[in-house]
Every structure is written in structure tokens, then in C-alpha cells.
């Protein structure tokens, strides 16, 4: 896959979490893929989960400042925010998404806080 490909696709998986299309979302991924958000989810069954918790709590990118891409590893830099975060009287979270791809899927993706974020 060309570095274009890949911020392609990247693109439309987070158009798909936007939308909250489930269906969509879990197209990007394999029985062999993981997830790692503060715990490390594993496989398809986990990553949905995942997914669902995620929308109920109504987290969004409210702005994506980088997009790279290095051979098969996209890396994100964003900003979040979800009910759960203004609950806690946070309005937005900086952080990195690294997504490392096999072919069209996500094999790897991990979220941490951005240092100074």
C-alpha cells in the first residue's frame, strides 16, 4: 500500500467512527487485530465492545492536527473529547492514535495521551 492508500483509508475509518457505523468501523479489522485504549482488547468480539462503549460515551476527534504515515504505521495527533471527559470537568484530551496496518486492516492500534496535552 502506497503512504496515500493508507492516509486514505485511516480517513474513512475515522469518517466511520464519526458516523458511529458499527458495521463500518469493524470492516477495518480481523479476529487478529488489537486495540490497546488504557486496557489491551483483542480481537474482533473485544474491539466491538470497545466501539460501542466509546459511542455510548459519545467520544469524538474534535480536531486532528498531524496525519504520518511511515511504511505500514499511521500516526495520529488529535485532540478528543466525550460526555465522560466533560463529566469530569475536562473539555478535550491531546493524544497520539498509531495505527499499524496488514494490507487494508488494522492489525495494531493504540491511543496515549500526547505529551504536554
Known amino acids: ?4 492508500e493508507l492516509e486514505a483509508i485511516t480517513r474513512e475509518y475515522l469518517a466511520a467512527f ?5 458495521e463500518e468501523c469493524m470492516g477495518y ?3 487478529e487485530s ?6 489491551l482488547f483483542q480481537g474482533r ?13 459519545g467520544l ?3 480536531r486532528l492536527d498531524r496525519i504520518s504515515v511511515d511504511g505500514n504505521k499511521v500516526a495520529l495527533d488529535a485532540v478528543a473529547t466525550s460526555k465522560r471527559l466533560r463529566a469530569w470537568r475536562v473539555n478535550s484530551i ?8 496488514e494490507g487494508t486492516k488494522i492489525k495494531e492500534m493504540k491511543f496515549g495521551i ?3 496535552g
Do not use: C, P
Not at 1 to 4: A, R, S, V, W
Not at 34 to 39: A, C, D, G, P, S
Open 60 to 62: 469524538r476527534l474534535v
Open 45 to 57: 468480539a473485544q474491539i466491538e465492545e470497545w466501539h460501542k462503549a466509546r459511542f455510548a460515551a
Open 29 to 31: 479489522y480481523t479476529d
Open 1 to 4: 500500500m502506497t503512504e496515500g
Open 18 to 22: 464519526e458516523a458511529r457505523n458499527l
Open 114 to 116: 500526547r505529551a504536554g
Open 94 to 101: 491531546s493524544g497520539t492514535i498509531t495505527a499499524v496496518f
Open 34 to 39: 488489537t486495540l490497546e485504549f488504557v486496557t
